[in-house]
């Protein structure tokens, strides 16, 4: 009797010392992975058993968007918690500015030991960058510049490129686990960001995941689209069938990688303390474009474009299976982080709330609006454009197969901007509140358009409501130019200022 008394002690001490300790974080994120694209979203073709369980048994987010329609502005604000206009994050190939606070900075300060792996694009990965994840606050990095496919080239804390051979997902996972048991043998907790280089394309995939979609082919044979040639870098036109193979595959070995962590962290008793999160970073290529409910694509300011899967697992926080309809975004996930890890957020405008009250089921609607904004970057052809970073510094290293500019490499931009203009305004930009959304596009010099949406009674985007509730479209239209002027402020600088 008494050893059982004083096993239930010591369990009932452990767990009470997992729930006080600090928590493990390891985000995860797709590359061009779209809401739809997930077997517990009710896709007809692809696999994903093991994010299938994590929404099965963690918490399930049916409104997760990515912070813009495109890869390089959203992960600028999956690490800064603002809006990417802010610090000239404007669309692929646009670099961060090396004054911006990160999450990594964050939970270094905390005492975290931090790890980055794969995807990048938010500057070069070389040691020289100014923007390279160890700049950005990471300890450790194996990245790219841009996005990979099998057998990745990829930059160690810096160094030239290597080849690892191998499925791209599975390699980062596994280096993934390494720097976490070192993290473990030091004493410390970690943050763990994978970046995916799937499944965007060109596609390609190993022999078993290719062949759990041999069907597909000859059901979508018809319809061709246009993406990067494996073989050349260059873009051919394709039945559509042969993609989605390629693509489905690519998720499924994603998704497998995904289990292979979570295994890991199990088997390590890692597990109930650690935040581990998926989502994606934009919305479904038009190439791969099939079943979404949504209205839009990748680089479109409708829904399709910034909808993607949302999930996380916590078990000594998160104890029961949810799913829950709170609007939230990669902008979120630095004040979230800030609070877990009870350091100060940074003194600066930030886009995104803090997410924990919906950890515990306290939180029903997002407290502030969400607003999405594409910037025209056609602003730039007619001033003079000063580099924020010497070019030098944005020459990527990392080579990929598509060709771009002549290249197989990337290179990254960044200007000082110029005296603000009405011209900054431009773009397609959106904003939600509540269930309301205003979507608001330029169609000429002097010509907008606006279209307003119930999302909740309308969320395939099919009905403007503009005409019938003209008050609502413009309060909203007055709070999306206010939130506007607060994002070109921060671009003139005024957030940098001692």
């Given at each position: 009797?008494?050893?059982?008394?004083?096993?239930?002690?010591?369990?009932?001490?452990?767990?009470?010392?997992?729930?006080?300790?600090?928590?493990?974080?390891?985000?995860?994120?797709?590359?061009?992975?779209?809401?739809?694209?997930?077997?517990?979203?009710?896709?007809?073709?692809?696999?994903?058993?093991?994010?299938?369980?994590?929404?099965?048994?963690?918490?399930?987010?049916?409104?997760?968007?990515?912070?813009?329609?495109?890869?390089?502005?959203?992960?600028?604000?999956?690490?800064?918690?603002?809006?990417?206009?802010?610090?000239?994050?404007?669309?692929?190939?646009?670099?961060?500015?090396?004054?911006?606070?990160?999450?990594?900075?964050?939970?270094?300060?905390?005492?975290?030991?931090?790890?980055?792996?794969?995807?990048?694009?938010?500057?070069?990965?070389?040691?020289?960058?100014?923007?390279?994840?160890?700049?950005?606050?990471?300890?450790?990095?194996?990245?790219?510049?841009?996005?990979?496919?099998?057998?990745?080239?990829?930059?160690?804390?810096?160094?030239?490129?290597?080849?690892?051979?191998?499925?791209?997902?599975?390699?980062?996972?596994?280096?993934?686990?390494?720097?976490?048991?070192?993290?473990?043998?030091?004493?410390?907790?970690f943050l763990t960001v994978i970046w995916f280089g799937s499944?965007?394309?060109?596609?390609?995939?190993?022999?078993?995941?290719?062949?759990?979609?041999?069907?597909?082919?000859?059901?979508?044979?018809?319809?061709?689209?246009?993406?990067?040639?494996?073989?050349?870098?260059?873009?051919?036109?394709?039945?559509?069938?042969?993609?989605?193979?390629?693509?489905?595959?690519?998720?499924?070995?994603?998704?497998?990688?995904?289990?292979?962590?979570?295994?890991?962290?199990?088997?390590?008793?890692?597990?109930?303390?650690?935040?581990?999160?998926?989502?994606?970073?934009?919305?479904?290529?038009?190439?791969?474009?099939?079943?979404?409910?949504?209205?839009?694509?990748?680089?479109?300011?409708?829904?399709?474009?910034?909808?993607?899967?949302?999930?996380?697992?916590?078990?000594?926080?998160?104890?029961?299976?949810?799913?829950?309809?709170?609007?939230?975004?990669?902008?979120?996930?630095?004040?979230?982080?800030?609070?877990?890890?009870?350091?100060?957020?940074?003194?600066?405008?930030?886009?995104?709330?803090?997410?924990?009250?919906?950890?515990d089921g306290k939180l029903s609607e997002r407290p502030e609006?969400?607003?999405?904004?594409?910037?025209?970057?056609?602003?730039?052809?007619?001033?003079?454009?000063?580099?924020?970073?010497?070019?030098?510094?944005?020459?990527?290293?990392?080579?990929?197969?598509?060709?771009?500019?002549?290249?197989?490499?990337?290179?990254?931009?960044?200007?000082?901007?110029?005296?603000?203009?009405?011209?900054?305004?431009?773009?397609?930009?959106?904003?939600?509140?509540?269930?309301?959304?205003?979507?608001?596009?330029?169609?000429?010099?002097?010509?907008?358009?606006?279209?307003?949406?119930?999302?909740?009674?309308?969320?395939?985007?099919?009905?403007?409501?503009?005409?019938?509730?003209?008050?609502?479209?413009?309060e909203l239209a007055a709070a999306l130019r206010e939130w506007?002027?607060?994002?070109?402020?921060?671009?003139?600088?005024?957030?940098?200022?001692?």
């Amino acid at each position: 009797m008494t050893r059982r008394l004083f096993s239930a002690a010591l369990l009932a001490l452990n767990l009470f010392s997992t729930a006080a300790a600090a928590p493990n974080i390891v985000l995860l994120m797709g590359d061009d992975h779209g809401w739809e694209e997930t077997g517990y979203n009710g896709h007809p073709h692809v696999k994903t058993p093991v994010l299938d369980e994590m929404a099965a048994q963690g918490l399930r987010f049916d409104r997760f968007y990515s912070g813009h329609p495109n890869c390089s502005p959203t992960r600028a604000s999956f690490l800064t918690g603002r809006h990417p206009n802010r610090m000239g994050t404007f669309a692929p190939g646009w670099s961060m500015r090396p004054e911006e606070r990160t999450i990594a900075h964050i939970a270094r300060q905390a005492g975290y030991q931090c790890g980055h792996f794969g995807k990048w694009h938010v500057g070069t990965v070389k040691a020289v960058s100014p923007t390279n994840p160890g700049a950005m606050g990471f300890h450790e990095w194996l990245s790219h510049d841009n996005f990979f496919e099998l057998d990745p080239a990829l930059s160690r804390n810096g160094g030239p490129p290597e080849v690892y051979p191998g499925e791209s997902s599975e390699i980062l996972v596994r280096e993934a686990i390494r720097f976490i048991d070192r993290a473990q043998q030091d004493n410390k907790p970690f943050l763990t960001v994978i970046w995916f280089g799937s499944p965007h394309e060109p596609y390609s995939g190993l022999p078993a995941d290719l062949a759990l979609y041999d069907d597909l082919p000859a059901r979508y044979a018809r319809k061709k689209v246009r993406l990067t040639s494996n073989e050349t870098g260059q873009p051919v036109t394709r039945p559509q069938g042969e993609v989605l193979r390629e693509r489905y595959a690519e998720i499924t070995a994603m998704d497998r990688a995904i289990g292979q962590l979570r295994s890991h962290l199990a088997e390590t008793g890692l597990r109930e303390n650690t935040l581990l999160f998926y989502c994606g970073d934009n919305g479904t290529s038009g190439d791969a474009a099939l079943a979404s409910p949504h209205r839009g694509v990748k680089s479109e300011i409708y829904e399709g474009g910034s909808l993607v899967p949302g999930v996380i697992e916590w078990p000594a926080r998160i104890t029961k299976p949810r799913t829950t309809s709170v609007r939230a975004s990669t902008s979120d996930l630095l004040p979230t982080l800030c609070a877990l890890t009870g350091q100060p957020l940074p003194d600066r405008p930030i886009d995104g709330v803090d997410l924990t009250p919906l950890f515990d089921g306290k939180l029903s609607e997002r407290p502030e609006p969400l607003c999405f904004w594409m910037y025209d970057t056609s602003r730039f052809q007619n001033v003079k454009r000063i580099p924020y970073i010497d070019p030098q510094q944005q020459e990527g290293t990392t080579p990929l197969v598509k060709m771009l500019a002549g290249k197989y490499t990337r290179s990254f931009t960044n200007y000082r901007h110029p005296p603000q203009d009405e011209a900054d305004f431009r773009g397609a930009r959106s904003i939600i509140r509540g269930d309301f959304k205003l979507v608001v596009q330029d169609k000429g010099e002097s010509d907008v358009q606006q279209e307003l949406f119930d999302l909740k009674a309308d969320p395939a985007e099919k009905v403007n409501l503009v005409d019938q509730q003209p008050a609502v479209a413009a309060e909203l239209a007055a709070a999306l130019r206010e939130w506007q002027q607060s994002v070109l402020n921060s671009l003139r600088g005024a957030d940098y200022d001692d």
